[in-house]
Each structure stands twice: as structure tokens, then as C-alpha cells.
């Protein structure tokens, strides 16, 4: 009776077990047939929920769901309150690309260039980060800072001390930071920041379990402004490894920028609509949004991206401009795993005679990464693509350039997980001078470099192609 009552439950147990599983895979099934525009993607979502009993449902609910889409939805006042201000859209008319490649611009982020912008570029740390903080210390208003990384090292230190200090004169201070680039369980920065009054918030952080997969979704922006009126931007975090006088031997190369002139409040919309959507608050006071004059000669745009309402804003353009360029795309960035759209647009560039250089690490900050973007590149072989890798330190800058006339600066990477699953926040630049300077930036990196011989890269013993390989799987959230 006993044993026989045993298997009784147990057949009642696996009946149970494989309902669920039915049911689960039947619910992924559905939400991937409505939602999922990549075909491919999706029979992998589905063939995953039906072949790995729960577990593939739960990795679809944990990695496969897109829970921000209804995000641009929730600030309906910043959108009729505080929007940038255009300015004349002039481009020379013999750049036909060029113009074409600006009115896509427009219609994919809803933004019509900006005229009147200057903006300086900093090499590195030792020269960007004084001059934020003589920003910060200067500040008469107000002063928005977010940062996927912020330590709590000395150059943590001087920029607490800095906000604090603009606290005490009765400037309005707020600061946005990620709650898994700070460190997610303790992270003491955030905690001395609200200790010394400043007010800060984390992105997307929780400790519910079911909406613990937030945490893919970065905010990956690095963006300061102050008063209103001068922005900074880039792809530096606030750490002591972007400083060669504070770092040992883990220094960071990196580059960021200054903005001046009406394309400022572009970073502060950026900036404004994470804030809401974090903590309720909208910015709308005068001081969040001067009156700018113009400065300068720079046509901008900002484009922003992130798994919600602007998700592929960066990929697109990135792609437009692969597709009308005419003599020369550059390509400078940490880590270089495009999807297919993209090594699609890098192929025909290459093919109609485009010289595409790409400029990446030779050591990554993470191995595996070096790993798999050697085999990402395997994939150029039969193109005529230029690829060159910088000695050390790690190179972290990220630009991109057309025909001399076009150059895309900011915080996004040519990686799936920057352009499909983190935060960003890139500008647009039309201006043949500015461009100029970041050619030659280029050119001084490329002087260092080693070209790769795409070739080379099929020599290596078939372990470590295997190895290389199988990193590359992991795309998608590298």
C-alpha cells in the first residue's frame, strides 16, 4: 500500500511538472510571437522554452523580456515643456550625403539639429577632470551629474567634496547613478553623497526578485551639466584609473568632451528623463533650463538610446552612416561585437570601395572579451577592413567619423549589450573642423597601433579558436 501510494504521488508530481512546463512554454510561445522582431532570436527563445523544461522559461522571463517599453510614456511634461531648442539646420550643399545622413537623423530621434555648439575634448582624466570640477565648484544653480561608475577613491573623493560643497552654497545638486556600477549591495560613494546632502538616487535599483532582471539594463550615460548650460560628456566613469597621476598600473585611456552652447540642454533631456523615471521628480525649474546663446560653429544632435522607446535610435544611425558614406568610416571603440545589421552595413561599406579603419584594445579590460572579438573578426576576413589594435594602456575611447564631416561622440559601444540593452547618450557632430581634431586623435592612435591581419587570426591552434568561439556566443550580453 505504502509503495503503491508513493508512486501514485510520484506520477502526480511529474503530470504536474510537465503541465507547468507546457503552460510556461506555451506562455513564452506566445509573448515571443508578439513581441520579437529578430526571427531568428525568437526561434531561439522558443526553441529554448520548449526544450529545456522551466529552465528556458525562466531564462526567457529573466533575459528575453523587455520591461522598460512604456518608459517615454511616463513624462508626458518633459516632452511638452522641455524640449531643446533648434536652431538653423545648415549644411553645405555639395555634402549630399551629409544632408541626407542629418534629415535620418531627425527622423529617427525626433530632434532637429542644434546650431551654435563648442565643444573641447579632453585626453584622459588628469585634463577632463579639473575642469569638471572647476565646473561643479563654480556652479551658481543647479548641477546634474549621472555616472555608470562613480569610486570611492580619490577621484571620488574630489567630486563628493566638490558636490557637497555646491550643496552648502545652495546650489541644486542631483546625481544619478547605476546601481550596478557602483557596486549593487554596499555602495559606500552613494551612501557618503546622501550623508553629505547631496541628492542621489540609483537606476533601476531592486530587491524583489521578480524584477531583479532591471539589472541587465544599465544606465551607461555619463553625463554632467551645469547650470543648465555647459554639459560634459563621454565615455569616462569617475575613478582614479581614468587619472595617470592616482592610477598604478591599471590607467585607462579615455576621452570626454565639453559642450557649450544650446546643445547642452540636449544632455540635460537626457539626463531629466532618467531622473523622472527613477524618482518621481520632474525638473522643470527655470534653472534646469536657461535661455543658451550660441558659442559656436557645431551642428549637434543628441541621440538617445536604451531598451525602450529608443532602442536601435544609435544602431540606425550608425548603420545610415556606414550606408552613405563616400570616402572613409573610423571607428574607434573598447569593444567591437556588432551584430549582424551592423557587420552587414561594415560589409557593404568595404565593398563599394569605403575605407573602414576600426580601432580597438589590444587588451581588453576583460580577457574573455579579447577573446571574443578575435573571433567576431574572422568574420571581415574576405574584406578589405582595416584593423588595428593599441598597446596598452586599455583604450576606452569611442568615436566615430565620416568623410571628415560627420563624428558621432558619447558613451555607447559597438556591442549588442550597448546598443540593445544599456542606457546611452551619444551627440551627433556636423562640422568638418571638429572632425578635423578627431581624425588627428585617430591617427595618433592608429601611429601607436598594430594593424591585425585578419588572416592571422585563422593560425591560432584550434582550442583557442574554439575558446574564442564560444565566448562570442555570449554577445548578446557582453
Not at 94 to 99: A, G, P, R, S, V
Not at 136 to 146: E, M, P
Not at 257 to 286: C, H, K, N, S, Y
Not at 355 to 374: G, K, N, S
Request: include cysteine; glycine fraction near 8%.
Amino acid at each position: 500500500m505504502f509503495f503503491g501510494s508513493l508512486t501514485l504521488s510520484s506520477s502526480l508530481a511529474e503530470w504536474l511538472i510537465a503541465l507547468l512546463h507546457v503552460l510556461l512554454a506555451g506562455i513564452v510561445t506566445v509573448n515571443v510571437l508578439l513581441k520579437k522582431s529578430d526571427v531568428r532570436g525568437a526561434l531561439g527563445w522558443i526553441g529554448a522554452a520548449w526544450m529545456s523544461p522551466i529552465l528556458g522559461s525562466l531564462l526567457y522571463y529573466i533575459f528575453g523580456i523587455n520591461r522598460v517599453t512604456r518608459r517615454s510614456l511616463r513624462l508626458p511634461r518633459l516632452d511638452g515643456q522641455q524640449r531643446s531648442e533648434p536652431g538653423p539646420a545648415f549644411l553645405p550643399e555639395e555634402e549630399q550625403n551629409i544632408q541626407l545622413l542629418s534629415s535620418i537623423g531627425e527622423k529617427v530621434t525626433s530632434c532637429p539639429l542644434v546650431a551654435g555648439n563648442a565643444i573641447k575634448i579632453f585626453e584622459g582624466g588628469d585634463a577632463a577632470y579639473p575642469v569638471m570640477l572647476d565646473g561643479i565648484n563654480k556652479a551658481q544653480r543647479c548641477v546634474a551629474l549621472t555616472s555608470y561608475i562613480f569610486r570611492n577613491d580619490a577621484a571620488g573623493e574630489a567630486f563628493l567634496q566638490a558636490l557637497a560643497s555646491a550643496v552648502g552654497r545652495g546650489v541644486e545638486v542631483r546625481v544619478l547613478l547605476d546601481s550596478v556600477g557602483i557596486g549593487y549591495v554596499f555602495p559606500l560613494i552613494f551612501y557618503r553623497l546622501r550623508k553629505a546632502g547631496v541628492i542621489a538616487a540609483r537606476f533601476l535599483h531592486v530587491w524583489l526578485p521578480w524584477r531583479m532582471p532591471f539589472l541587465n539594463m544599465r544606465n551607461h550615460r555619463k553625463l554632467l551639466v551645469i547650470d543648465g548650460a555647459t554639459a560634459f560628456l563621454g565615455g569616462m566613469n569617475i575613478g582614479a584609473e581614468n587619472s595617470r597621476r592616482l592610477a598604478s598600473d591599471k590607467y585607462i585611456d579615455d576621452i570626454h568632451f565639453q559642450i557649450q552652447g544650446p546643445a547642452a540642454r540636449l544632455a540635460m533631456d537626457a539626463f531629466a528623463r532618467d531622473w523622472t523615471f527613477t524618482t518621481g521628480e520632474v525638473l522643470d525649474g527655470e534653472c534646469w533650463w536657461p535661455h543658451i546663446n550660441s558659442i559656436g560653429t557645431t551642428l549637434a544632435r543628441g541621440v538617445r538610446s536604451g531598451p525602450d522607446a529608443d532602442i536601435y535610435k544609435i544602431e540606425t544611425i550608425l548603420g545610415t552612416a556606414l550606408t552613405l558614406a563616400q570616402r572613409r568610416v573610423r571607428i574607434v571603440t573598447p569593444y567591437f561585437l556588432p551584430d549582424q545589421r551592423l557587420q552587414f552595413a561594415i560589409s557593404q561599406a568595404c565593398l563599394r570601395g569605403i575605407e573602414v579603419e576600426i580601432v580597438i584594445p589590444q587588451h581588453c579590460d576583460y580577457t574573455f572579451l579579447d577573446w571574443a572579438m578575435r573571433a567576431h573578426l574572422r568574420f571581415f576576413k574576405p574584406l578589405s577592413v582595416n584593423v588595428y589594435e593599441t598597446p596598452a594602456p586599455f583604450d576606452h575611447a569611442k568615436l566615430v567619423t565620416m568623410d571628415g564631416a560627420w563624428s558621432l561622440i558619447g558613451s555607447s559601444n559597438w556591442d549588442t549589450r550597448s546598443l540593445r540593452l544599456n542606457f546611452e547618450f551619444d551627440l551627433e557632430c556636423y562640422d568638418a573642423n571638429f572632425t578635423a581634431k578627431l581624425d588627428e586623435i585617430i591617427d595618433g592612435k592608429i601611429k601607436r597601433a598594430r594593424k591585425i591581419g585578419i588572416e592571422e587570426l585563422d593560425t591560432a591552434a584550434v582550442p583557442t579558436k574554439l575558446r574564442d568561439a564560444a565566448a562570442r556566443l555570449l554577445t548578446p550580453y557582453l
